[in-house]
């Protein structure tokens, strides 16, 4: 259960990454795609936030532009360094980013690209501890040997190649190189949508154990609602670059105030047949972020639109207390959660 009093590992405050658009032989600017338009959620330390919506409403963006792996164009990331205390990441001189690279790290969905084929699991995972000076020649295998065997993976495989192994294996792996330098705070991007459905929830467990084991913090990042319900103390929703609705899980999902989450979450597997029956099916596309809708982004699919949604955005609000919604009607719709038991 989440402790609201419980110390933030990291604050994002209104964060934007708007690229600019750029048309025709002259060049010229013609508007911006805001990707990620103004979002702000804190993750508490020790838990894990879930950041959902789907495909290219600006989840990995948010993730890459926190990491500064991405200039943001503005808002601050807080992030609270063990040994450094608050630093905002988005301030940071090069040293500083440097340093806060030894504690924030990033684990993606897809580990055979991220995985160098040429390299051992060895030299993989023992990578960022030569970087960073850590250690060397038989402490040096020890720690590899010690990581692989936290992953679930056998020390004595260390001189194997990646494509020696499953996918499941191969997210390991990552996750092994990720945990080397013993990071306060990991964001994983999807971390197990390239994954059977079968390994998915062994990759899960896993990250939650060394969450426990490690006291680690989690922005999890998924386009699937289902994965983020089981390993998530928080969820955020985006939709087109800004947050829609936040808060804790179990409120989220039982009592979603967002039609669009009313919707997401009424594609979750639910071996109930009522609401197999009444699937919201979510009509279209997200819109480009680019060139959004009028008013409020979400009203061109909304069954619940009335004419004042086209014409005035709606501000994300506290309905309750650490849940907010940006909906004008979020007081009056009953929309559905997800009631019965799901496989
Ligand atoms: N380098 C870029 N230049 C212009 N637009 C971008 C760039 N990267 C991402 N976008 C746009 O930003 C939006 C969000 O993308 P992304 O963060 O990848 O979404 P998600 O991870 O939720 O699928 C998309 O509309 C995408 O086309
Ligand atoms: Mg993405």
Redesign the pocket.
Known sequence: MPDNLSQPILEVKDLK?H?P?IKGFSRRLVGF?K??DGISFAVPAGQTLGLV????????????CIMRG?EPTSGQVIFYDRTRGPVDVVQASPDMLRHLRLNMQMVFQDPSSSLNPRMTLLDIVSEPLIVNNVARGKELQDRVADLLRVVGLLPEHMHRFPHAFSGGQRQRIAVARSLALRPQFIIA??PVSALDVSIQAQTLNLLQDLQEQFDLSYLF?S?DLSVVEHVSDIVAV?YV?KLVEMAETETLYHNPLHPYTEALLSSVPNPDPDAVKNRIVLVGE?P???KPPSGCYFHPRCRYAKPECSQEAPALREVAPGHVVACHFAETLALRGVTAVRI
């Open positions: 990454k690229y658009v795609t990707a990620v919506g789907e495909s290219g409403c600006g989840k990995s963006t948010a993730g890459h991405i991007d999807e990042i386009h985006m670059g997200v480009s972020s680019s």
